[in-house]
């Protein structure tokens, strides 16, 4: 049995692992630059790491898609 996908499909996943990825990534610098204000808004900051927490998930989601383990 293959674990090859779609072209179509790998594509797609692709194309939103790079979206998650870019978005990850902003949001990794935004949480830094809130931390750095001296009276930054901690309820902004907790969404902030959530909404990061929550795409990492989805990365690792589309990553295990692309990349299936081997049966043993």
Same mark, same amino acid.
């Given at each position: 049995?293959s674990n090859e996908? /779609?072209? /179509?499909?790998?594509?797609?996943? $692709? @194309?939103? %692992?790079?979206?998650?990825?870019?978005?990850?990534?902003? %949001?990794?610098?935004?949480?830094?630059r809130l931390q $750095?204000? =001296?009276?930054?808004?901690? +309820? @902004?900051?907790?969404?902030?790491?959530?909404?990061? +927490? %929550? +795409?990492?998930?989805?990365?690792?989601?589309? $990553?295990?898609? +692309?990349? =299936? /383990? $081997? %049966?043993a």
């Amino acid at each position: 049995m293959s674990n090859e996908i /779609d072209p /179509d499909l790998r594509a797609a996943y $692709e @194309a939103r %692992l790079k979206e998650l990825n870019i978005e990850h990534r902003d %949001l990794d610098q935004a949480i830094h630059r809130l931390q $750095e204000t =001296p009276l930054h808004d901690q +309820l @902004a900051l907790k969404r902030l790491k959530k909404r990061k +927490l %929550l +795409l990492k998930d989805q990365i690792s989601s589309i $990553e295990r898609q +692309l990349d =299936p /383990d $081997e %049966l043993a």
